[in-house]
């Protein structure tokens, strides 16, 4: 099974040399997204909850250019510059996904591309056929 890249209008461009999804199989995978609004390509300001809220409008964005939505994610990895930011960026991860549940890890590091306080990495399970 070929791993495929799947054209994202809707993403930020790219930082580097990656493709902000690509599909393998059955299986969507998306890059980190930080909170970059993609009509201005400027990070978004005002703190973890608004990077966090345009990181996920970001993801269901990339998703749905592959042709599927919030609830095909299966497994999410959020990063945290600062694990004090943890329940605010819960805050806002719970209304986005609302009901749907995915299994998640959550990591601390210690920085991220531009300066962003949080990035979230996607998994989605989507039958090609």
Known sequence: MPVEPVPTPSAPASAGPYSPAVRAGDWLVLAGQVGVDPGTGAL??????????????????????????????????????????FAAMNDVYAEAFGG????RSTVGVAA??????????????????
């Open 44 to 85: 978004a300001e005002g703190g973890v909850s608004v990077q966090t809220r345009q990181v996920l409008a970001n993801v269901a964005a990339v998703l749905g250019d592959c042709g599927a939505t919030m609830a095909d994610v299966a497994k999410t990895t959020v990063f945290l510059v600062d694990m004090g930011d």
């Open 100 to 103: 749907h549940r995915p299994a």
């Open 112 to 129: 991220l591309p531009l300066g962003a306080r949080v990035e979230i990495e996607v998994w989605a399970y989507r039958p090609s056929g």
